[in-house]
């Protein structure tokens, strides 16, 4: 074989071989943990103020100023009776479209037992009849104590029971814990639920 025919047939292994050197050095970069450290995306940063759509969506890790419970947390407090548990998950409206007459019933809302459901309170903005629900009702459950224990909680990734917990926090409640896993983590604890009626 000629020098000239060595090389031209060298060209395609060596283009080859530097192919596969360039997939082996970025396999292990393919192959590395995602920011969470197992493949997870970490949680969002806490907002400046209140979250104002995409209500269920990841929620951040922190709630500046309150304790963040996990569920086994939560469910102590809960069982020492050493904290008021307020759901802040809304209740469905009634349709528009209804005819006339027909009668509207609320799906059952199962909540933590005990627990006071005040429906609505967690958006990011609030008409002030609203506000006002939820203030009252925060002072009725807290005997007007704002030192006494709050969880507030709704259902896992939703940023209702974050802004109700930072609402509280604006308040002047001073022992504000933020339960995220809510509903969906106490039940898949194996823990108990019951029927809530809105406050």
């Known amino acids: 074989m000629t020098a000239r025919g060595a090389r ?3 060209r395609p292994r060596l283009w080859r071989a530097l192919g596969w050197a360039i997939v082996f050095a970025a396999v292990p970069a393919l192959a590395q943990p995602g ?10 940063e806490e907002p400046a103020g209140y979250r104002l759509d995409a209500y269920r969506a990841p929620t ?6 309150a304790r963040v419970l996990s569920t086994p947390q939560a469910e102590t407090l809960w069982r020492d009776h050493a904290a008021v548990f307020i759901d802040v998950l809304p209740r469905p409206p009634r349709p528009a479209n209804l005819p006339a007459g027909t009668l509207w019933r609320d799906a059952p809302h ?12 967690g958006f990011g903005a609030l008409a002030p009849e609203t506000e006002d629900y939820l203030k009252s009702g925060l002072a009725a459950a807290t005997g007007g104590d704002r ?4 969880v507030l909680f709704c259902q896992r990734q939703c940023w209702m029971s974050w802004n109700a917990a930072k609402r509280a926090l604006s308040y ?3 022992n504000v814990s933020w339960y995220p896993e809510g509903t969906d983590g106490w039940s ?4 108990p639920l019951e029927t809530a009626e809105p406050r």
């Open 8 to 10: 031209a047939f060298a």
């Open 35 to 44: 920011p969470g450290g197992d493949g997870a995306a970490l949680p969002p």
């Open 60 to 65: 951040p890790a922190t709630l500046a100023g």
């Open 110 to 121: 199962a909540s933590i037992p005990g627990s006071l459901w005040l429906p609505n309170t």
């Open 147 to 150: 030192m006494r224990p709050l």
């Open 172 to 174: 002047g409640y001073g």
């Open 188 to 191: 898949a604890a194996g823990l």
